[in-house]
């Protein structure tokens, strides 16, 4: 009778565990920023949210708010990645919706802003935008600036921050 060794030699499972090891480390950073980028989606999509809602409000009051619950999203201003906040602004009239990064290290900055313009047939309008930090970081409502009434060119991205 023959009798035949089976299974694995040893240095046969080091190098499966060496390439499993070399795959996994390529891997790893691609997952963690994808669900980076999963979170980051939250912030764009309630930022928009809160933009156009800001817009519907000045539609029918001609004055912004600075109160979430008045938008009436029911939008719940702390998530577990991102807190939420509007902002007015004076000079010139706008409205800045601004998405805190609760981990500024690995999480991009969002700023929407709201700014009514006159229209070249002297109709009140409004414009909007939304800014993402270039690299993970805390907000700035300085992202988002308005445009005064005698350029009239509507909401821009600050220094550091780009449009989407």
């Known amino acids: ?8 030699s040893l240095v046969e499972l080091l190098v499966v565990m ?4 070399t795959l996994a480390s390529i ?31 000045y539609s029918e009051r001609s004055y912004f708010t600075d109160d979430i619950s008045n ?11 991102y807190s939420y906040s509007l902002q007015l602004s004076d000079e010139p ?3 800045k919706s601004i998405a805190e990064p609760s981990n500024p290290q690995t999480l991009r900055a969002y700023v929407g802003g709201v700014q009514p313009i006159l229209t070249a047939q002297d109709e ?11 690299r993970p970081a805390k907000a700035s409502p300085d992202a988002v600036q308005f445009s005064s009434e005698a350029e009239a060119t509507g909401v821009v991205c600050g220094e550091g921050y780009e449009g989407l």
């Open 27 to 57: 891997a790893l950073p691609s997952f963690l920023s994808q669900a980076s980028k999963a979170k980051e989606v939250e912030a764009k999509q309630t930022i928009g949210a809160m933009n156009r809602a800001s817009q519907a409000y």
């Open 93 to 95: 009239m706008g409205a």
């Open 18 to 21: 060496i390439i499993a090891a």
């Open 1 to 8: 009778m023959n009798r035949t060794d089976s299974g694995f």
């Open 71 to 81: 938008l009436g999203l029911g939008i719940n201003p702390q998530s577990a990645n």
């Open 124 to 134: 009140v309008t409004t414009t909007s935008a939304i800014c993402q930090s270039e």
